[in-house]
């Protein structure tokens, strides 16, 4: 279970900005640190460099680097505003925090202020004949460092932004979070089956604050418990939207004037993370083959596909069992996630916006079955779902060839 400054720390890793000052300042560590090393360089070595050689790199580094680093901006920026425009908004946040793109302005950024700041010190006249030895070996070392990143971003820049890639990367977020979810289902602390179990005695606790909640530190919640000898009933999840009128726990217990440490322990924001919340990621999925399905894209092939995105993360599905909870913390109860609920994120809004394609709704039924048959838990919201997409079906199609196929797949998962 990840703490609130745990949680932070990795939000925080996640920005450009955090890496591209890392390799700024490494960067400038290192034209710094050959003043120091040029002491430990043989006097007999100084003379094997030619004048000037390092400061003839260093200048075509500088000038090459500020250009790298423009067109990378510009493509990134492209990148993003394609797959807004052809994926989903909420994808490109996936494309923001790409390492790799990171890495690559941060290594362009860090070279060029290497190389500045190395100009600056030559001219200084900090170097002797040994530091420039020592320049020029460290310069031969970023060159080389550089060449290898742009061979990695230009690979890289095939897939950035379309549709193939980003729909992966939402795919490899789902599925991180719902295995997340089966291996640790209440985040340590007692499993809550419904809110009836929550005791008629306990207050609830709200918050001021309007958003979605995106992480949850049940450790410092425990804390706060035992520190004032309470049960908390915690009846919300990451992905759920909170106002001032839905509570975020239950306390049993007296409440204390002073529960900042309790509304600290939510992070909440403006929009979904993907992290603790499986259903963002199949709910992005779901966006995807929605935009594939619209009038204006027309591309079912790529729905088709969602479709297989969202039935290999939904087979990974195990219902957690209340006897094996593993319990950190003993003080709290977790509200559980309902497996319906990651049915309806997913299939229903591919299900209404292919009404009227039956090669949609044919993938829909196949997947319902093969869901059916890998794992018995997902019986029955494959079943619903089945009659639901059916239903759809028969409103929007007429053809009676098509409609008998798909009821005959109907009737072949309900016989199962």
Known sequence: MV??????????????????????????????????????????????????????????????????????????IAAFSASTNSVSPRATR??????????????????????????????TKLYDERGEVVLFITTIVVTALIVITILVWINHLSGLGRV???????????????????????????????????P??????????IGYIQHVDVKAINNWAQANDCRVFIVVRAGVFIHPGRPLMWIDGELPDNTDSLSKAFTIDDFRSFDQDPRFGLLVLAEIASKALSPAVNDPGTAIEI????????????QPEHSEAEISYAKVWQLGLDLADLFDDFFTP????????????????KSFIALANINPQLRMQARRHSEAALARAEQAQSHAS????????HRQLMNS
């Open 3 to 76: 703490t609130k400054w745990g949680w932070q720390l990795l939000q925080l890793s996640r920005k450009l900005w955090v890496r591209t000052v890392a390799f700024a300042l490494l960067a400038l560590l290192s034209a710094l640190v050959a003043v120091l090393l040029q002491e430990l360089i043989p006097a007999s070595v100084a003379g094997i460099i030619g004048a000037g050689a390092a400061e003839k790199i260093l200048t075509i580094l500088a000038s090459s680097m500020l250009a790298v680093t423009t067109f990378s901006l510009s493509i990134m």
């Open 307 to 318: 479709i297989g995105r969202g039935m290999r993360v939904l087979s990974n599905w195990q």
């Open 200 to 209: 008629e005695r306990a207050k609830a606790f709200l918050t001021q604050t």
């Open 94 to 123: 996936l494309l923001m925090e790409d390492s790799t793109t990171h890495n690559a302005l941060a290594t362009f950024v860090g070279s060029f202020l290497y190389s500045i700041v190395s100009i600056i010190l030559l001219n």
């Open 402 to 409: 098509d409609l008998a196929r798909l009821k005959a797949l």
């Open 164 to 198: 193939g890639e980003t729909a992966n990367r939402v795919e490899d977020k789902a599925y991180a979070a719902l295995v997340a979810f089966v291996n640790t289902p209440w985040l340590g602390a007692n499993p809550l089956a419904s809110l009836s179990e929550v």
């Open 350 to 365: 591919i299900a209404r916006d292919g009404a009227a394609l039956v090669e949609i709704h044919i993938r829909l039924q």
